[in-house]
């Protein structure tokens, strides 16, 4: 079994940063691949970020691009998402998730998820 626990989230002024964790423990974590995810209030879920297990290629949603970057360490399985500039429209719970493989922009191919964190970006 796999475990992802998020942290960092909080609440942040436009123009902020944010640097949310996410711990993977359980099963070998190095040949999986990370996404993390996002849903506001009466949205979907949708894709921020990807990183392949040992972080060599990675994916960000256009929304994102230019002011968010993924990493990982893998000696402390550990999966990062730095958030810089924030908008209010990034407001939302973040989530982390694990797959075998390679990295997807759709959340039903994951096979395991974190409970989420709360992001807010005050105007």
């Known amino acids: 079994q796999v475990h992802l626990v998020e942290s960092g989230g909080g609440l942040v002024q436009a123009g902020g940063s944010l640097r949310l964790s996410c711990a993977v423990s359980?099963?070998?974590?190095?040949?999986?691949?990370v996404g993390w995810f996002r849903q506001a209030p009466g949205k979907e879920r949708e894709f921020v970020a990807a990183i392949i297990w040992d972080g060599s290629s990675t994916a960000y949603a256009d929304s994102v691009k230019g002011r968010f970057t993924i990493s990982r360490d893998n000696p402390k399985n550990t999966v990062y998402l730095q958030m810089n500039i924030l908008k209010p429209e990034d407001t939302a719970v973040y989530y982390c998730?694990?797959?075998?493989?390679?990295?997807?922009?759709?959340?039903?191919?994951?096979?395991?998820w974190g409970q989420g964190t709360q992001v807010t970006v005050s105007s």
């Open positions: 998730a694990g797959r075998r493989g390679y990295y997807s922009d759709r959340a039903e191919l994951y096979d395991h």
């Open positions: 359980g099963r070998t974590f190095t040949y999986y691949a």
